[in-house]
T-cell receptor, first 116, second 117 residues
Framework: DGGITQSPKYLFRKEGQNVTLSCEQN?????MYWYRQDPGQGLRLIYY???????QKGDIAEGYSVSREKKESFPLTVTSAQKNPTAFYLC???????????????FGQGTRLTVV | GDSVTQMEGPVTLSEEAFLTINCTYT??????LFWYVQYPGEGLQLLLK?????DKGSNKGFEATYRKETTSFHLEKGSVQVSDSAVYFC????????????????FGGGTRLMVKP
């Protein structure tokens, strides 16, 4: 079945550590996105990528980094510079910019990151 | 920039009650509009969408009509069930080829719905 897989589902990080969240899709989508969700709040865009080897900062990119070496994969690294990383992280993909109006985004199941 | 405003929750209803969740938007272009649903501990799933004015999206008994004159996309359901308890997000996307943002979504803050038996 086609879809987006995020791993791990739960992740614990010590103060000062970098951690990497995995996101893989087999939908042949060009575009991929990372969102952060805090309790009781909406989704805020961290980074997005419309094509391999290219990505752009979203609204809250500070303290995060990404790479897009393969079409299927868009890992997110939460660095020690991110002062408040505890949150629920969602990865999404869509067909990208050269599609008709209304192309939907597909989401993974999320990774819950907790700083201990 | 683009923005989406939803009514704040939680919304608490009894089973079989009528549901309305309000959503209004501001967009620089001509957006497509979406409702996504998030069940506890999970990612978001597309519930319904509409791509032009006066279109009605519908799915699983939920409906929403694209009202360009009032910039609204309110979600409705005639008779809610306990299984509808979730967080509902209104979102829009505007094709933007100039900064390579494509069909990127802008989300509202989400509305938690709790349905009691």
């Amino acid at each position: 079945d086609g879809g987006i897989t995020q791993s791990p589902k739960y992740l614990f990080r010590k103060e000062g550590q970098n951690v990497t969240l995995s996101c893989e899709q087999n939908l042949n989508h060009d575009a991929m996105y990372w969102y952060r969700q805090d309790p009781g709040q909406g989704l805020r865009l961290i980074y997005y990528s419309q094509i391999v080897n290219d990505f752009q900062k979203g609204d809250i990119a500070e303290g995060y980094s990404v790479s897009r070496e393969k079409k299927e994969s868009f890992p997110l690294t939460v660095t020690s510079a991110q002062k408040n990383p505890t949150a629920f992280y969602l990865c999404a993909s869509s067909k990208g910019s050269r599609v008709p109006r209304g192309a939907e985004a597909f989401f993974g199941q999320g990774t819950r990151l907790t700083v201990v | 920039g683009d923005s989406v405003t939803q009514m704040e929750g939680p919304v608490t209803l009894s089973e079989e009650a009528f549901l309305t969740i309000n959503c209004t938007y501001t967009a620089t272009g001509y957006p497509s509009l979406f409702w996504y649903v998030q069940y506890p501990g999970e990612g978001l799933q597309l519930l319904l969408k509409a791509t032009k004015a006066d279109d009605k999206g519908s799915n699983k008994g939920f409906e929403a009509t694209y009202r360009k004159e009032t910039t609204s996309f309110h979600l409705e359901k005639g008779s809610v069930q306990v299984s509808d308890s979730a967080v509902y997000f209104c979102a829009l996307s505007t094709l933007n080829l100039y900064n390579n943002a494509g069909n990127m979504l802008t989300f509202g803050g989400g509305t938690r719905l709790m349905v009691k038996p």
